[in-house]
């Protein structure tokens, strides 16, 4: 069966550290992969999508970058954390022409 | 900027009782989606649409899409604390890219 694995589920980090968050899935082949935010109890807003391998568009100017190193594997990244980047992150793959996407179950990153 | 408008943005209710949602756009989605997330988690897809008028119902929540395919609704008939979660729609716009909506926050107590 089709799963995603999405860890750490809650990190806390001094500003100005680095950050390295990786989404995992499973049973599918070349997947479309999503990272987005979620401010508290809102909507989500699309921060990093890949559609393959090394292919990653960014869909807002940020403090954050993506990965996908392999085909089922989606990194996001930063080198240096600002407190605006505390958020509820979720990761989230779906297969082209298919409907629906499916989410981890997120990291809640609190930047102190 | 494509934008999802959602409303009401909270609604708390009692059990039993009925209610929708509203979800609004100016531009025509190719597909639309709602999803319910609850505390901590992922959301979770509901229904995808992609006729407009088209309805499709589950178990107790009707859903509906626009004829002209810019808007689409929730309808949750006798709600139940299980229910209670945050809504959100979510719209294609002829990409496999979603654009999510603001969101409807519901609490329906016992």
């Known amino acids: 069966s089709q799963t995603i694995h999405q860890w750490p589920a809650t990190l806390v980090q001094p500003v100005g550290s680095p950050l390295s968050l990786e989404c995992t899935v499973e049973g599918t082949s070349n997947p479309n992969l999503y990272w987005y935010r979620q401010a508290a109890g809102r909507g989500l807003q699309l921060l990093f999508y890949s559609v393959g391998i090394g292919q990653i568009s960014s869909e807002v100017p940020q403090n954050l970058s993506a990965s996908r190193p392999q085909d089922r594997q989606f990194i996001l990244s930063s080198k240096k954390l600002l407190l605006s980047d505390s958020g509820f992150y979720l990761c989230?793959?779906?297969?082209?022409?298919?409907?629906?996407?499916?989410f981890g179950s997120g990291t809640r990153l609190t930047v102190v | 900027t494509q934008l999802l408008e959602q409303s009401p943005q909270f609604l708390s209710i009692q059990e039993g009782e009925n209610l929708t949602v509203y979800c609004n756009s100016s531009?025509?989605?190719?597909?639309l989606q709602w999803y319910r997330q609850e505390p901590g988690e992922g959301p979770v897809l509901l229904v995808t649409v992609v006729t407009g008028g088209e309805v499709k119902k589950l178990k107790r929540l009707t859903f509906q899409f626009g004829d002209a395919r810019k808007d689409s609704s929730l309808h949750i008939t006798a709600a139940q604390p299980g229910d209670t979660g945050l809504y959100l729609c979510?719209?294609?716009?002829?990409?496999?890219?979603?654009?999510f909506g603001t969101g409807t926050r519901l609490q329906v107590f016992p």
């Open positions: 979510a719209g294609s716009f002829g990409t496999d890219k979603l654009i």
């Open positions: 989230a793959w779906s297969v082209l022409g298919v409907g629906g996407y499916t």
């Open positions: 531009s025509v989605f190719s597909s």
